[in-house]
C-alpha cells in the first residue's frame, strides 16, 4: 500500500514536470485563494494582538467615562448620533463630584484634545499633525503614560494655569534633535510654553493613532488657549481591580443624579472598559475575518474548477497509458488512487506554495510599512486542508471516470 502511494507521487510529479507551463496555470487559483488567506489572516491577528496589548497598557483596573460611544459600529450600530450630540459635554465639575462621590474610585483624570495643530520653535516646527492635550494632573497615570525625561506638572501649575508643557518623543526629536528638550520653549498658537518632561514613547496605537506625536499641558491652560466650551473624557481607576464593577455603578449613579436622568430613561453619557473597547475592535475583526474567508474560497473553487479542467484534459491524454496498466492487471481502485493523488498533490503544492508567499508578505508589511503581522499556527494548517480538500474534491470525478474505462476500448484510442 504504502509502495503504490510513493508510486502514485512520483507518476504525479513527472506529470507536472513534463507539463510546467499547464501545471503553473492550474495552481495560479490556489497560490491566490492560499496566500490571500494567509496574509490577511496576519494582519487580523497581528491586529487583534496589537489591541490587547495596547489597552492591557492602559491598565486592568480603569475604565472611561465619555460624552460618545466607544469602539466601531457598522452601519451606524441603531445609535441615534443626533440624539446622542445633543448630551450635555463633561466637564470638570463632573471630575470632582465623581472623585469625591464614589468611595470605590482611586482617582479621576479628565483629558480633551485639539488634533491638527502645529509645534513651534524658534528654529523649526512641526507639521500640522499633532494632538494638544489638555489634561489634569492624573491623567497619566489613568492612561498609561509615564515620563521618560523631567517631570509631570502638578496641582499647582494646573490650577494658575501656567503655560508648561510635556512633549510626546516625536515631536521634542522634531523640534530639538540635538538638545535637550527639558528647559526649552515652544510655542502653542503663538504663545510660549515651557518643556518641563518628555512622555516615553509608547507607538501607534491600533497601528493608526501615534500615541508619541502628542503634546500634554495643564488643562487650565488648555481651556483658555483653545476654548472653554470643551467636552471631555474621564478616566477613571478603581480602588483595585475587583472593585470595578462597583466603581462603574458609583459612577454611573452619580452621573444619572448630576444629570437629572429620570428612572427608566437611558444614560446620556457612555461608560466603557478597556476590555469592552477591546472586544469591539475584536469583532470587527472576526467580521472582516468571514469576509475575506468567503472571497478566498470563491478564489479556491475557481482554482478547484481549474484542477478538474486539467485532470479531465489529462485522463483524455492517458486514456491509452490507463488502458495498458489495467490489461496488465491494474485495478480500478489503483487507477483511481492515482489520478486522486495527482489532483491532491496538485493542489497540495499550490497551497505551499501560498503559505510561502502569504509568509513573505506579512514580513513584507511589518519590515517595509511598519505594519504589525502574526501568522497564526491554525491558518496555516486551514490553508493545508483546503488546499488539499479542493484537490480531493475537484479530483474525484475525473479520477473515477479514469478508472471507469473500459482497458479495450482505452488501448485502442490514439
Sequence with gaps: MIRAFFDNLKLAFGTFVAHPLRTMLTLLGIVIGVSTVMTMMALLEGLRIKVNKDFSQLGANVFRVDKWPQGFRFGGGGVDWNKIARRPALNLGDKRALAEQCPSVLRTGASSWQPGQKVRTAQTETQANVFIIGATV?????????????????????????????????????????????????????????????????????????????????????LSQYGKRRNMSLNIEAIDKDKVDKAMEEVTRVMRQRRDVAPMEDNNFEVSTNESMAKSLNDLSNIVTAATFGVCILSLIVGGIGIL???????????REIGIRKALGAKRSRILMQFATE???????????????????????????????????????????????????????????????????????E
Design 138 to 222: 492624573e491623567y497619566p497615570d489613568t492612561s498609561g503614560v509615564t515620563i521618560a525625561q523631567g517631570r509631570m506638572f502638578n496641582d499647582t501649575e494646573e490650577m494658575d494655569g501656567r503655560r508648561v508643557a510635556v512633549l510626546g518623543p516625536d515631536v521634542a526629536d522634531k523640534l530639538f534633535p540635538t538638545l535637550e528638550p527639558v528647559g526649552q520653549e515652544v510655542r502653542l498658537k503663538g504663545r510660549p510654553f515651557t518643556v518641563i518632561g518628555v512622555m516615553a514613547r509608547r507607538g501607534k496605537l491600533l497601528g493608526m493613532f501615534n500615541l508619541d506625536n502628542q503634546v500634554m499641558i495643564p488643562m487650565s491652560s488648555f
Design 309 to 319: 479542467n486539467i485532470m479531465l484534459v489529462s485522463v483524455t491524454e492517458r486514456t
Design 343 to 413: 489532483a491532491v498533490v496538485l493542489s497540495l503544492v499550490g497551497g505551499v506554495i501560498g503559505i510561502a508567499i502569504g509568509f513573505g508578505l506579512a514580513f513584507l508589511g511589518r519590515w517595509t510599512f511598519g505594519l504589525y503581522t502574526a501568522v497564526p499556527i491554525w491558518a496555516v494548517v486551514l490553508s493545508v486542508v483546503m488546499s488539499s480538500g479542493v484537490g480531493l474534491l475537484f479530483g474525484i470525478y475525473p479520477a473515477a471516470r479514469a478508472a471507469k474505462l473500459d482497458p479495450i476500448e482505452a488501448m485502442r484510442a
